[in-house]
């Protein structure tokens, strides 16, 4: 079965600075990607991507979907400790299923 | 308006037994969907209901389970439990999965000693 793989697994970082989130798929056609942030147990949605080339934006956070190289990054500015979370990207795979990738662990330092 | 709901929020079963898991979509939210997390696994699809039909199964044994009520309102059952069920049953509801998003409930953390 396709995969959804995240980059990186995990990351460190301090107050203040900038991270980028990857997400990368291997079949090019699909109906949208979904990013969500899983703190203790539910994932809340962050944004839902259906077209390429358009980023969305929240607040610090913005994402954007690149059909034709395959990938999907998450934006986080001016990170917070709240920012501290496990970031999930999932794809939609046929209709009704949604495949997750393992996420990636951010870590935000004081 | 309310989340989605699960219950019971943690589940200590042994194993050879079995365990039903309990889900309330948002109001309105016709598809629900259950999603198995574990550490190594990462959120795997388990089924997704609407309108009380199975619409799409994922690559679990038949010990996985599922229904969904009248009123949305879904269950899941696993039958003779294994130690590697212990994980987090996470459900999810949309107004159609697919075309919109995914919305969590706080799951139920299933632990087979």
């Known amino acids: 079965e396709d995969k959804v793989v995240q980059s990186p697994l995990s990351l460190v970082v301090h107050e203040g600075d900038t991270v980028t989130l990857n997400c990368s798929y291997e079949?090019?056609?699909?109906?949208?990607l979904l990013w969500y942030k899983q703190e203790k147990k539910a994932p809340t949605f962050l944004f839902m991507l259906?077209?390429?080339?358009i980023e969305k934006k929240s607040g610090r956070l913005s994402s954007i979907l690149d059909k034709k190289e395959l990938f999907s990054i998450l934006n986080i500015t001016a990170t917070q400790t709240g920012d501290s979370a496990v970031y999930l990207c999932a794809r939609t795979s046929g209709t009704y299923k949604y495949i997750f990738g393992t996420g990636t662990r951010l870590k935000v330092l004081a | 308006k309310a989340g989605v709901t699960q219950t019971p929020r943690y589940l200590i079963k042994t194993r050879g037994q079995q365990v039903t898991l309990s889900c309330s979509p948002i109001?309105?939210?016709?598809?629900v969907s259950w999603y198995q997390q574990t550490p190594g696994q990462g959120l795997q699809f388990l089924f997704e209901y609407f309108s009380e039909t199975q619409r799409n199964k994922g690559n679990f044994p038949g010990r996985f389970s599922g229904r969904q009520f009248s009123n949305s309102r879904s269950e899941m059952n696993v039958s003779t439990l294994e130690l590697g069920d212990s994980a987090l049953y996470l459900c999810?509801?949309?107004?159609?999965?697919?075309?919109?998003?995914?919305?969590f409930g706080n799951g139920t953390r299933l632990t087979v000693t």
């Open positions: 999810a509801s949309s107004s159609n999965s697919g075309n919109s998003p995914l919305h």
């Open positions: 109001s309105g939210h016709r598809s």
């Open positions: 259906t077209s390429s080339g």
């Open positions: 079949v090019t056609n699909f109906r949208s």
